[in-house]
């Protein structure tokens, strides 16, 4: 099993561009979650999914979407990055059942100039 | 707001010693409280975590201590080694969500 992959690992964007990060579990896990790291505030949860077709805000959602057509996958999307949003990205899944533990991902490095 | 503040934001001890780092949350819909640890350029990975049922639970040489009324849990880290030098994440876990609400984080180094 891959686990939690992300792509791409880093990225560079100019303020305005778009892009897409692609989330992907190996897992069947039904929860899948993005959270954004910054230095000295921890991970912040920006939008969650409980589900395929469902998806929901966290605490920081504004300046991103988010689409889980498929069960495995999880993409966050930038319309218009501000530098605001240079940080770096996890992905994470767990299942209903079991022990709750989120799996996390490698994390994307994105640099908004 | 600031629903789990960690503390100390960093921690140097020698190796053997026995590094401790403290959460206090605000809310009492949680019912799950792990620990993550992060080293550089990986994602968190789960060590530990404790249920409020419980006041003390133990995993190798990582145990967390539990106080609901206080409303803080506590890692402590027993003999430590230069490879538990990383970064280390308290988190809760809310009743009906189900996502997990960080502490900011405590970089731990243990010198050899």
């Known amino acids: 099993n891959a686990g939690v992959t992300q792509t791409p690992k880093f990225r560079v964007l100019k303020t305005g561009q778009s892009m897409t990060l692609l989330c992907a579990q190996d897992m069947n896990h039904e929860y899948m979650y993005w959270y954004r790291q910054d230095p000295g505030m921890g991970l912040r949860l920006i939008h969650y999914s409980v589900g395929e077709g469902t998806t929901a805000k966290g605490e920081v959602p504004d300046g991103y979407n988010v689409s889980r057509l498929k069960k495995q996958n999880f993409l966050l999307g930038l319309e218009s990055a501000a530098p605001s949003q240079t940080s770096v990205y996890f992905c994470?899944?767990?299942?209903?059942?079991?022990?709750?533990?989120?799996?996390f991902g490698p994390g994307t490095r994105l640099t908004v100039l | 707001q600031q629903q789990v503040k960690q503390s100390p934001q960093s921690l140097i001890v020698q190796k053997g010693g026995i590094p401790i780092i403290n959460c206090a949350y605000e809310n009492t819909a949680f019912d799950y409280f792990p620990w993550y640890q992060q080293f550089p350029g990986k994602g968190p990975a789960l060590l530990i975590a404790?249920?409020?049922?419980?006041s003390e639970k133990k995993e190798g040489r990582f145990t967390i201590s539990f106080n609901k009324s206080a409303k803080q849990f506590s890692l402590h880290i027993m003999d430590s080694q230069p490879g538990d030098s990383a970064t280390y994440f308290c988190?809760?876990?809310?009743?009906?969500?189900?996502?997990?609400?960080f502490g900011s984080g405590t970089r731990l180094q243990v010198q050899p």
């Open positions: 988190a809760v876990r809310d009743t009906g969500r189900r996502a997990l609400t």
């Open positions: 404790i249920r409020p049922d419980v």
């Open positions: 994470a899944s767990n299942t209903q059942q079991g022990n709750n533990e989120q799996f």
